[in-house]
């Protein structure tokens, strides 16, 4: 009998991996869904993302990450031999961070953001899934199930102080071309979804169950 591919999701920002419900993968892979952990006290991001490959218990796995948890699962291969890492709705580098966010770093402005402010849940899913969300305020409430301050401040920092500036060529790039949270204009080197917005894990799961497969197995 041929062992099944173990193959982690790792949900965005602040989201919980109820984001994948809408993903179903063919029995020759075997899904585990992780969540985010609380960080401890001024844990780096490489610390971190250590620390999470510790949920890993199969050699060799795909890692499939949304967004932050894009970012993050390119950390965790660093730790662990992987079969594949797979991103989507999220960058390779920080050369890929919108203009917005790279000022945000050099002029440190990031401190200023009102993280208990974002624990509104209006506000999160604005930070976390782009500008229009007013119609879908309801399933947020369902997905964004993280509003520690402590997380909210280590991931924002995290994202926009991510230190990798060369992309690992290996990494499979899925993006929209109408994410309003990491423009397209941005983005090199990625499989392009026609109308895919920075939530199409919810909105373009067709696409994702029909194709996945396939970027998995190649």
């Known amino acids: 009998m041929t062992p099944k591919i173990p193959v982690y999701f790792m949900p965005g920002l602040a989201a919980s991996s109820l984001i994948f419900e809408r993903i179903n993968l063919p029995d020759e892979f075997e899904v585990h869904l992780l969540e985010w952990a609380i960080p401890m006290e001024n844990e780096s991001l490489s610390a971190y993302a250590k620390r999470m490959t510790l949920s890993i218990k199969e050699e060799n796995p795909v890692l499939i990450g949304v967004s932050f948890g894009g970012i ?42 009102p993280v208990r402010l974002l624990a509104n849940v209006e506000s999160l899913a604005k930070f976390s899934f782009g500008k229009k969300i007013n119609k879908r305020l309801v399933l947020y409430k369902k997905y964004l199930s993280i509003r520690d301050y402590k997380y909210l401040n280590w991931a924002i920092r995290s994202v926009i102080l991510w230190e990798r500036v060369v992309a690992n060529p290996n990494v499979i790039h899925i993006h929209g071309d109408s994410d309003d949270v990491f423009p397209i204009k941005c983005i090199d080197n990625c499989i392009v979804v026609k109308g895919g917005t920075h939530i199409m894990i919810l909105n373009k799961f067709r696409w994702m169950n029909d194709n996945l497969p396939d970027f998995i197995r190649k």
């Open 72 to 113: 993050l699962v390119q950390e965790m291969a660093e730790h662990i031999k992987v079969k594949k890492v797979i991103i989507i709705s999220s960058v390779k580098s920080n050369k890929e961070l919108p203009l917005r966010m790279r000022i945000a770093k050099s002029t440190q402005a990031y401190k200023l953001i």
